[in-house]
């Protein structure tokens, strides 16, 4: 399915159960499909650990750890340190997903400030980028972040209208583009495209959520990425081979990774 080669996903979720029958055949057959690099990222401590095992299985995987807005309630009281501790080992590139997400009601506003804001303190001090969810809270994401100069990294899964992406690229962050890219209503996600500078896309499937067209409401993996990077290349009147060597190099920078 794909004439690629080199794309690096920056956002998959193979620890997700949705994978138990395929996991390995699928991970097994990346390199020979294009998908030379992936970024498994916990969403909770079970998740990052998962991520972390996995990135020792495979040698092109490489994980990140955190704790998602929505996974910060019933936390036990060691939580940070045991995020902490996991952020310290191998292969760990950054720290995330975190943020906030004030999508579903009943959200505290007060517990996610403080788990973000505990776990940006933390990667400060580790010296790791970050991998910022952000859902209907650009403001809040934004003042917050204002608050941590020294930290970078990328807005996942971006979701903003062009005017909130060129606030992210002044403050000097990668902006993560998802097969919503492709979908036949993402004026919104295409126009954020087109006022990116190239060197600071990233792609990422963000599997299994998200497959890009052809394949939306299925099951998605790194390889559907090859549409991802067609599509960005039309918008940026590139060749798609263009997209994944600029997206691979940028994702390198992102997550400080030395091939
Ligand atoms: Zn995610």
């Known amino acids: 399915m794909n004439n690629l ?3 690096f996903d920056t956002h998959a979720h193979y620890d997700d159960v949705k994978f138990c029958d395929t996991r390995d055949d699928l991970l097994s057959s990346m390199n020979k499909d294009g998908v030379s690099y992936i970024c498994n990222v916990g969403s909770d401590l079970k998740s990052s650990e998962t991520s972390i095992e996995l990135a020792s299985k495979y040698e092109f995987i490489y ?3 955190g704790v998602h807005p929505e996974s910060i309630y019933d936390l036990p009281h060691d939580w940070l340190n045991r995020v902490e501790n996991l952020a310290k080992q191998d292969k760990v590139v950054a720290v995330g997903e975190i943020g906030l997400d004030y999508h579903y009601p009943d959200y505290s506003k007060k517990k996610q400030f403080d788990a973000f804001e505990r776990q940006l303190d933390l990667a400060k001090n580790l010296k790791k980028p970050v991998i910022i969810h952000s859902r209907d809270a650009v403001e809040d994401t934004i003042s ?3 608050n941590f100069p020294e930290i970078s990294g990328v807005i996942h899964c971006f979701s903003g209208s062009a005017e909130v992406a060129c606030k992210y690229i002044e403050m000097g962050w990668y902006i993560g583009f998802t097969g919503v890219v492709t979908f036949k209503n993402a004026k919104k996600a295409v126009e954020a495209v087109r006022v990116v500078p190239t060197e600071k896309i990233v792609i990422e499937t ?4 998200m497959a890009p067209e052809p394949w939306r409401g299925r099951c998605c993996n790194s390889k559907m990425l090859v549409s991802v990077a067609t599509k960005i290349a039309s918008i ?3 060749l798609p081979q263009e997209i994944v060597d600029i997206t691979r190099k940028n994702a390198f920078e992102l997550y400080r990774i030395n091939v």
């Open 236 to 238: 940026k009147n590139l």
């Open 63 to 65: 994980s990140a750890v």
């Open 5 to 7: 080669v080199g794309i």
């Open 144 to 146: 917050i972040l204002k």
């Open 206 to 209: 963000d599997c299994p959520y």
